[in-house]
Structures are given as C-alpha cells and as structure tokens.
C-alpha cells in the first residue's frame, strides 16, 4: 500500500508472507535496548533517513531475509535463562511499525512464554494495528529524533507528527514508556528546543527513563558501502560540556535521565 507516497510493508503484501518477519539480523545478550539483557530483532526497513544513522543497510524495505516467528521464539525461548527478571526481547530497526501486524503475533507468542517484550520505535506509524501491537508491548521505547517539526525533517527527511501521536497514545494506555533521544552537535542540543521537549512530555506519567544517545560516526564505513553520502561528515561526537548540560537541563523535567 502506498501511504502519503511511501511504501507501508506491512499492508502492501509485499513483505510478509505468512507469519515471517523480515529482519536484518538478531543479536544476542544486548544490553543497550531495554532493561537486563535482551535478546534484540531487528527489523529490515525504514522509512526515515536519518543523517546519523549507524545502520543505513536496515533501510531498504526489500533488504533483508525472511524469518519465521517460531524460529525467532524458539531461539528467545533458548535465551530465556539469561533473561533474569527485567531482561527479554527486544524488537529494533530499522523501523519495527512497518511490520506491527506480525510483530503483535510475535510478542503475543513471546508473552505465552512468559518472555517480556520491548519495541524500539521512530513512532512512524499511528492506526489500530499500532495500537493492538502496543498492548502486547510491555515497554516502548520512543525515539525522539527532535522537537521541533522543521530539524525534524532535515534530520530524518519526515514528519514528527505521528511520533507524537504515538507518545500520546501510550501516554493514555498507561503502559511505560523511555524516550531516547539522539544528540548531535548543531542540529539537536539546542537549548531552547531540548526544554520544549521537556516541557511537553514532563508531565506524562507513562515515562520511566529518558535515555541520551551521544552521535557517533560508527556507521560511516556502511554509508560509504553502500554508496550513499554521509551528510554529518564535519560533525563530532558531543563534548562532556554539551552532554552534561543537555543532560541537566532533561533533569529539570524527567527523574530519571541516563547518557549512555
Ligand atoms: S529511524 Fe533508525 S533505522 Fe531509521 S533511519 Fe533513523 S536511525 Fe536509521
């Protein structure tokens, strides 16, 4: 289906067949998305364009290889005993809500497990099938790329619209939510837009933890692969100065806040 002129996967028939998962690849014991350590899917296909992004090869949404569920349960199934008490699986991208209608028959498979379930998220996407894949999501963690509409776009080529929408959303189901925030030098630690933010989601109840992701060019080799231009090329990681008050200034909103 093509949707304001973009591929949706998941309704266009094209991804899915039956109950497999087109993914990039699936890493084991992560500790970086979500609590404990995790099992991490990601997902193939999306449809930002982040300048930043570390894995530009989950892009394309014909990439990747088709996984079925029951493989990928069986090996969380496997993991489980490492899991302890706050760990399970994770599904990232690429960008997961592409493919939320089977994504929501894996995690309701992971659940009759008893394994916990996180999704790693842009917000992309707002309808029902959103909607019934984040009942089965035990914890959301948002990615919010920017505050303001218009770095939005020149940051990741779209809208944050639906990215709010989402933030909403599971702001009135109750259920929790981190945001994660990434930091770039010059284009999202302005001062100005990093206290708009929290203005507006410091008063959600839903949101546990705000993670700050300090820019790396750990991905420029991929883009280079794959011949695409690196557009952040002159920019460097934050400096302790920028972290730090970038940092104290998310603390005067949220209770918790974690540099990672
Ligand atoms: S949303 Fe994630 S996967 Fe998609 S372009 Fe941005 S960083 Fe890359």
């Avoid at 014991?29 to 193939?44: K, L, S």
């Avoid at 028959?105 to 996407?125: C, M, P, V, Y």
Wanted: charged content about 25%; overall charge neutral; proline content about 4%.
């Amino acid at each position: 289906m093509i949707q304001n002129g973009l591929l949706i996967p998941q309704e266009s028939g094209h991804l899915n067949e039956g109950e497999r998962l087109r993914i990039h690849s699936i890493e084991t014991f992560g500790t970086h998305d979500g609590p404990g350590i995790r099992m991490v899917v990601f997902v193939q296909g999306c449809q930002f364009r982040c300048l930043y992004c570390a894995n530009p090869d989950t892009m394309d949404v014909t990439g990747g290889k088709f996984t079925g569920l029951e493989e990928i349960v069986k090996r969380a199934v496997d993991q489980k005993p490492y899991f302890g008490k706050s760990g399970g699986v994770t599904v990232s991208g690429g960008e997961p809500l592409l493919q939320r209608r089977i994504l929501k028959q894996l995690f309701i498979k992971l659940h009759a497990e008893g394994i916990n379930t996180a999704l790693d998220s842009n917000g992309r996407l707002i309808d029902q099938q959103t909607k019934d894949l984040l009942e089965e999501t035990d914890l959301l963690l948002l990615d919010v790329k920017h505050f303001n509409n218009d770095w939005h776009r020149k940051l990741t080529g779209l809208s944050n619209v639906n990215t709010f929408k989402v933030a909403k959303h599971r702001e009135e189901s109750g259920k929790p939510m981190w945001l994660r925030y990434v930091l770039v030098p010059g284009w999202s630690d302005q001062e100005d837009y990093l206290h708009q933010l929290g203005c507006y989601f410091g008063g959600f109840k839903t949101i546990r933890k705000v993670e700050i992701l300090p820019y790396h060019q750990l991905g420029v080799h991929k883009w280079e692969a794959l011949g695409m231009d690196y557009k952040l090329k002159g920019v460097g990681p934050p400096s302790e100065e920028i972290l730090n008050k970038s940092a104290a200034i998310f603390r005067e909103y949220f209770e918790e806040v974690q540099v990672n």
